[in-house]
């Protein structure tokens, strides 16, 4: 919080102050609990222990990062303020904020510092506890012939060291090109730190839109790639070169991608005007980044893609349910999953075909384990359940259908923006019920923990 309020300090601005007390408040608080505790510090958690302080982390860090938005100039009430510090934390990128382009520095730089430390945390509680926890997420790697991360360090704390590295590098990397393709130094930091965690946050109300030109588009672009990939991959390609980039996860994600740019580009020069409304390699770009932008789950848009059109209103519901790759910053449905999906549909109509045969599902050269098969699927029969009773309980509060069912979706998955006038990329969550964004707060936090870390402290068996 300290670096907001020397932000503000700077340009003169009030909310220095907002910051400053915040700060105290929240160190207060942290100070009161390793009192309270005698400054004890268990040496080894179990796993009751990890889902718990998992759970309860994130939420608390939610809680916490909310104070600065009542305090400052964003004047925001507390279900609003705990809203945006939700999304931002959980790098989903919605926002109840309107009059970005009037903030201070200090708000505009707290947003995207809670993206950005959102995203590394997201990234080191992917790769250090899920696999403790084995909820279908990075145990599947362990087996995975491609991805060495449990051997490329003998400690956890030089893999988290090195995946941070990598991570400011690749800011840092993407800050530079944005400032390259014409954004001021403020805009291109921020700009770049949200592109790379995949949150979405933006300066503006207009996001990408707001700046001239097109070359930003492509930053952004590549810059979501970059955060939507493994870190453990950057690693891995360092150490092993191009053996590194046989990756069956990272293949299938680019893959993913430049099939989804080729239907949306082929769609909209075909059936739309968008071909003759603006020179074409303009209406590529905007095609390009919006699309990269939901199926890496960041929520960046250079225009409202929901007005588009029928197909393209269903084409990008469709992928907000398709993320990037395991070890990413990227959320939704990770692309892994969706290809243990299809494997085992596969093994299971060849065993229908012959019953006797004995079949093995196979990723990346390696048998995958029933258990992390299930896993998987359990994860995604969950997902749906849970999209499916949410989305039931927005419409009861009085949203539309696509605001109530693209408004979970977007929450779980992080994507940020949904469809629609409401909450699509042209409009914000402002106007939203206070109890429908506290709905949301919650889906964002099941999305972000993998629903299944969550839900399993509802069970009686856990609290036996």
Known sequence: MTFPAMADALVGSPDWIAFILSAFVTAGVGGALVLASGGARPTSLSVRQTFLLTTLAWAALSAFAAIPFVLSST??????????????LTTAGGTVIVGLDQLP???????????????????AMT????????????????????????KLFGRASDLAATIATVYVAITTLSAIGFHLAGLPWFDAVAHGMSAVSTGGFSTRDASLAAF????????????????ALPMTFYVRFGLHGRGAAHDAQVKAFLSFLAFSWAIMATWAFLETDMATEMPLHEALAHIVVNVTSVVTTTGLASDDYGAWGGFATVAFFALFFVGGCTGSTSGSIKIFRWQVLVLSLAAQMRRMVS?????????????????????VVNFVVVYVITFVVLSLALAWIGLDFLSAASGVASALSGVGPGLGQVIGPAGNYATLPDSAKLLLCVAMLLGRLE???VLVLLTPGFWK
């Not at 925001?76 to 303020?81: F, H, I, K, R, Y």
């Not at 993206?115 to 590394?120: A, E, K, M, R, T």
């Open 75 to 88: 004047d925001l009430g507390l279900v609003d303020a705990l809203y945006e510090a939700t999304s931002g």
């Open 105 to 123: 520095p200090g708000p505009l730089l707290w947003r995207i510092l809670l993206n950005w430390f959102g995203g590394i945390g997201l990234v």
């Open 127 to 150: 790769l250090l506890v899920f696999p403790f926890l084995r909820v279908g997420g990075m145990q599947l790697f362990r087996t995975e012939s491609s991805d060495r991360s449990d």
């Open 212 to 227: 001239p030109g097109i070359a930003h588009y492509w930053v952004a672009t590549v810059s979501m790639i970059a955060g």
């Open 355 to 375: 019953p006797h045969r004995v079949t093995l599902v196979n990723y990346g050269g390696k048998v995958i384990p029933d258990e992390v098969a299930q896993s």
């Open 451 to 453: 629903i299944l870390t």
